[in-house]
């Protein structure tokens, strides 16, 4: 049974910090292209960041230069360190993993930025 618990959503003030983490099981972690999505209340799913297998990273326009994704394939686990939020980064935050073939999705941890 494949698994995505992702963790550390919160309520913090705007310019705080998060650092959100997904713990995956059930896959193999290592073979797959990882990604943190958001959706805030009547919006579309969009993606925040994408990291490879091999470790090559990409990020939405918005949240360069302040969010980081990372990955730790001996964890199994994906980070998102997010940094000078904003109150437009409010949302419910999606860990993902992709492979060529599949797609899974966790629950998701909301994050709420308050002015």
């Known amino acids: 049974q494949v698994q995505l618990v992702e963790s550390g959503g919160g309520l913090v003030q705007a310019e705080g910090s998060l650092r959100l983490s997904c713990v995956v099981s059930g896959i193999i972690f290592s073979f797959h292209t990882m990604g943190w999505y958001r959706q805030a209340p009547g919006k579309r799913r969009e993606l925040v960041a994408g990291i490879t297998s091999g470790g090559s990273t990409n990020y939405a326009d918005s949240v360069k230069g302040r969010f980081t994704i990372s990955r730790d394939n001996a964890k199994n686990t994906v980070y998102l360190q997010m940094n000078s939020l904003e109150p437009e980064d409010t949302a419910v935050y999606y860990c993902?993993?992709?492979?060529?073939?599949?797609?899974?999705w966790g629950r998701g941890t909301q994050v709420t930025v308050s002015s």
């Open positions: 993902n993993a992709r492979s060529n073939q599949y797609a899974y």
